[in-house]
């Protein structure tokens, strides 16, 4: 069954500070890994894609990595900001006109 | 340009009641996705339209049904409401036939049923 899990569930850091998301997936075949932030109520908005060729990807302080051979990406967010609270992400899209398999988010909080 | 744009907002309904939720894809984007977000969780995928056709489908009962009209925005029906189905609902849109597939979320409607 194609599954894609996120650890931790929730994370609390403070301002300045960095963090790292893990995604795990069973996605098969794979075709390309996406991480969303989504803020509370609102829509998700996409921070990176990375396809099979590709382990590591820069979005600003958002730098997301890829390992395909394990299955397994990371989020890492540097100097982390209060901006930053919000659920990321992680969704895998299959190969063969599969659809997006979506993670169940960590949701990460930034205190002052 | 404007990106993807869901209405209403938010909306309150009763259970047994019906719900139509609407979505104008980005400019450009010819396919549209639903998906539902419980309270806590990740986006759960409904469905997926293009040319006016559903093409695929998730794990939803025939009481979810949609359309896409000639100007790619798109609908959402959801028959005979359950307290279960109060939901962020998404809408998602793309393009077919570009390589990154990308993938642009609208804001969402809130459902509550009561």
């Known amino acids: 069954k194609n599954q894609v899990e996120q650890s931790p569930q929730s994370l609390i850091i403070l301002e300045g500070k960095n963090c790292t998301l893990q995604?795990?997936?069973?996605?098969?075949?794979?075709?390309?890994l996406r991480w969303y932030k989504q803020d509370t109520g609102r829509g998700p908005v996409s921070l990176t894609i990375m396809t099979f060729s590709e382990n590591t990807k820069s979005n600003g302080r958002y730098t997301a990595t890829l390992d395909a051979d394990t299955k397994q990406s990371s989020l890492h967010i540097t100097a982390s900001q209060l901006s930053d609270s919000a659920s990321y992400i992680c969704v895998v899209r299959g190969g063969y006109g599969q659809n997006f398999v979506f993670g169940p988010g960590t949701r990460l909080s930034v205190l002052p | 340009d404007a990106g993807v744009t869901q209405s209403p907002t938010h909306l309150i309904k009763t259970r047994g009641q019906q719900v139509t939720l609407r979505c104008s894809p980005k400019?450009?984007?010819?396919?549209v996705s639903w998906y539902q977000q419980a309270l806590g969780q990740g986006p759960q995928f409904i469905f997926q339209y293009y040319e006016e056709e559903e093409r695929q489908r998730g794990n939803f009962p025939d009481r979810f049904s949609g359309h896409q009209f000639p100007n790619y925005s798109s609908e959402l029906n959801v028959n005979a409401l359950l307290l279960g189905d109060s939901a962020l609902y998404l809408c998602?849109?793309?393009?077919?036939?570009?390589?990154?597939?990308?993938?642009?979320f609208g804001p969402g409607t809130r459902l509550t049923v009561t």
């Open positions: 998602a849109s793309s393009l077919i036939g570009t390589g990154s597939y990308e993938q642009y």
């Open positions: 995604c795990n997936y069973t996605v098969s075949p794979f075709s390309n």
């Open positions: 400019s450009g984007h010819d396919t």
